[in-house]
């Protein structure tokens, strides 16, 4: 059995910073692709960010990338997220999931197991 859990999201003003955090418990983490979703009202469920089990490949959306950071610490357990930056239209459900296979993928299908999602509000 895999567990995720979410935290750190916050109300933020535009402009600012949060790292979200992904505590994984379960089977062994580091043979799991871990990757960063999110969902805002009214919206489908979006890619992020991925990494690999090895933390060296990482994979970004366009709509992030420059802003926001993917890292991994296998002797914690933890997936993190650093986002710099941040705008209103970031304002989301974020959530972790996690995938067994070779390669980082976007697809919101291809992920086994799901955290329950901590919010972040950007304001303006």
């Known amino acids: 059995q895999v567990q995720l859990v979410e935290s750190g999201g916050a109300l933020v003003q535009a402009g600012g910073s949060l790292r979200l955090s992904c505590a994984y418990s379960g089977r062994t983490f580091n043979t799991y692709l871990m990757g960063w979703f999110r969902q805002a009202p009214g919206k489908e469920r979006e890619f992020v960010a991925g990494i690999s089990w090895s933390g060296r490949s990482t994979v970004y959306a366009d709509s992030v990338k420059g802003r926001f950071t993917i890292s991994k610490d296998n002797a914690k357990n933890t997936v993190y997220l650093q986002m710099n930056s941040l705008k209103p239209e970031d304002t989301a459900v974020y959530y972790c999931?996690?995938?067994?296979?070779?390669?980082?993928?976007?697809?919101?299908?291809?992920?086994?197991?799901w955290g329950q999602g901590t919010q972040v509000t950007v304001s303006s």
């Open positions: 999931a996690a995938r067994s296979g070779l390669a980082i993928v976007v697809v919101t299908s291809s992920y086994d197991y």
